[in-house]
């Protein structure tokens, strides 16, 4: 896959004028769900490709952690989607949606747990048979957990990853949300995250009721996703994210305040990353530097 | 064989044909008129709203400017009435203080506007007559005239023989109510037209340009991720139907008090397209988005969570 850079936004009809604007956008991820198949594709997303605007195409409907394996109809349509953007990707949840044709509405976490993995690898594998460009699996926010998970965040996505050849799409305000909800251990899951793994990154914006958080995508991006943002670029070096906003769609001003505090993040995590760096080289740099000083 | 001799029947026979043709030929007169003619001017990407909102129509002109001030919170609603708001800004162009001015003084409709904003208008229409995008008077002139004068010959050929036909005591009632209804024709050969060629190209060219504009126009729920600029650049290229999406219906039936039901385009002067369109009308609402169809889903994430 051409590696993702910048920073991105999510690609809503409220926003194609503001994305058709925006020249420095480094790429632009599309909902598969909000693309009728049979149909022609939107002309911006057509003048997007034409521009040579990386695309992923983003799905939220596959339900790769249901025990059912993936409708192949449903894989059909977002291959098929795929080669018509031209997408560089598909990126889809580790969730499951619906079980015994019930659909749930929502994104519900998969138990943490040995047989969870097996049924979700297997899932995986399906899916990247079905799909012409590769496959990068996102972490969800939920505000429940199944009953005594056998492993943390940390290492259900490690797992994951370690089970497939999938790339990662990791969500900070996901991590967010689940850390300020549930207790999870974010920065354990940011140094489980090999960066060659790693497609893309979503921040997204949300608002605290009570004790709760919710990542809604429609209010502003608070500091807790773009610091998770900073400490991830900071161990990584400059990574690709992207900007999700699904409702109360911001003034032009706001947005671009937020796709800067993005950008910002990245550039402070990999100012520290090199400040880090300096004050402790890597070992094959001191390897280098001892091989230079010896006669 | 002089015609006016011949028998009903036969006379119409050549007479139905000739009336619809004659008044093709002369819509072809009219449009090969339209002159100069060629490929889309290029227009910056920062061209000025008001000039493309011009180019559609006076009274998209006018609608145009309402609604960007009204979306800067310069203008607002009060009930059935367009209101004075924030003080306008110092950068605020001519045509915007005229309809600032016409709204502190009294009841905004487009007619009022019309009266109110005729300097501005001409204004406009000069700036793109001189671009070769929008007719001037001279040249629209014989523009109306000789497709009327060719289309009126035939007419008149018709009058003619409903003269003869009475002066032999024949019945010739379905060819006077076949004059009157081509007479209709005439009406709409003497309507003054208002882009060239060169114009009705450029405009085509914006609105394909534009497209994401429209999108996120007709989207719904996406007044806030325009600015005023864009709100009048949406409502210039595709007509001010595009009001009714961004949530300015009200305006629209301020504006248009004694049509309050209409929500179409109002006012292009173009032969060729009206201003509820993008391209020809007819082809396609200006409240349909392409292949842009939001089917279910997009909520992503649930309970809290999120995707």
């Known amino acids: 896959m051409k590696p993702l850079a910048g920073v991105g936004l999510g690609w809503r009809r409220q926003l194609a004028h503001r994305i058709d604007q925006e020249p420095g956008l480094g790429f632009v991820e599309v909902l598969a769900e909000h693309l009728n198949p049979t149909a022609p594709l939107p002309a911006p997303l057509l003048r997007l490709r034409e521009r040579g605007v990386p695309l992923v195409l983003h799905a939220v409907s596959l339900g790769l952690g249901g025990a059912e394996p993936p409708d192949t109809r449903r894989l059909d349509t977002l291959a098929l989607l795929a080669k018509r953007l031209g997408a560089v990707c598909v990126s889809e949840h580790v969730a499951f949606v619906r079980a015994d044709g019930i659909e749930s509405g929502h994104l519900l976490p998969v138990p943490r747990g040995d047989e969870a993995l097996d049924v979700l690898a297997e899932n995986v594998r399906l899916a990247q048979a079905a799909l012409p460009v590769p496959l990068a699996l996102e972490n969800i926010a939920t505000l429940f957990e199944w009953p005594a998970p056998s492993c943390t965040e940390a290492e259900f996505l490690a797992g994951l990853l370690s089970r497939t050849s999938a790339l990662l799409l990791l969500d900070v305000a996901n991590l967010y949300a689940n850390a300020l909800n549930l207790g999870t251990d974010a920065a354990a899951v940011l140094a489980a995250v090999p960066r060659e793994r790693l497609a893309y990154v979503h921040v997204a914006g949300g608002v605290r009721h009570g004790t709760l958080y919710h990542d809604t995508h429609a209010h502003p991006v608070p500091m807790g996703p773009l610091e998770l943002l900073e400490a991830l670029a900071a161990r990584l070096g400059p990574v690709p994210a992207l900007l999700e906003r699904d409702d109360h769609f911001p003034s032009p001003e706001e947005l671009a305040a937020e796709l800067r505090a993005i950008d910002a993040a990245i550039a402070r995590g990999v100012a520290r990353r090199e400040a880090e760096m300096v004050q402790r080289p890597e070992p094959q740099v001191m390897a280098a530097r001892g091989s230079e000083a010896r006669p | ?307």
């Not at chain 2, 011949?6 to 006379?11: A, L, T, V």
């Not at chain 2, 306008?88 to 003084?105: G, I, K, N, Y």
């Not at chain 2, 009714?244 to 060729?272: A, F, M, V």
Request: a positive charge.
């Open chain 2, 1 to 307: 064989m002089n015609p006016l001799d011949w028998q009903g029947p036969e006379f119409l026979s050549l007479y139905v044909p000739l009336l619809i043709g004659g008044f093709l030929v002369a819509l072809l007169i009219r449009h090969l008129l339209r002159l100069p003619a060629g490929g889309p001017m290029y227009l910056s990407r920062r061209t000025d709203p008001y000039e493309v909102a011009a180019l559609d129509g006076p009274g998209t002109l006018m609608e145009a400017v309402v609604g960007a001030l009204i979306h800067r919170k310069v203008l607002r609603l009060e009930g059935r009435r367009i209101a004075t708001g924030e003080a306008l800004p110092a950068d605020a162009v001519s045509v915007e203080r005229s309809v600032f001015e016409c709204a502190a003084t009294g009841d905004v409709t487009l007619e009022v506007l019309r009266r109110a904003l005729i300097h501005d208008i001409e204004y406009y229409r000069r700036r793109l007559s001189q671009k070769g995008l929008v007719l001037d008077e001279f040249r629209a002139r014989p523009l109306r005239l000789l497709p009327s004068l060719v289309y009126g010959a035939i007419l008149l050929l018709g009058l003619a023989k409903v003269f003869v036909g009475l002066s032999r005591d024949r019945p010739v009632m379905f060819l006077v109510l076949l004059v009157l209804l081509g007479s209709l024709g005439l009406l709409v050969l003497g309507r003054r037209p208002w882009r060239t060629r060169l114009g009705d190209a450029t405009l085509k060219a914006l609105r394909e340009e534009h497209q994401a504009l429209r999108t996120t126009a007709v989207a719904g729920d996406a007044s806030q991720a325009l600015d005023g600029r864009e709100v009048a650049l949406a409502v210039g290229l595709f007509g001010p139907a595009m009001l009714i999406p961004l949530g300015y219906s009200n305006l629209r039936q301020t504006l248009h008090p004694s049509s309050s039901s209409s929500s179409g385009g109002s006012s292009s002067g173009s032969d060729s397209s009206s201003s509820c369109s993008s391209g020809d009308c007819g082809s396609s609402s200006s409240c349909s988005s392409g292949g842009s169809s939001c089917s279910g889903g997009g909520g992503c994430g649930g309970g809290g969570g999120g995707d």
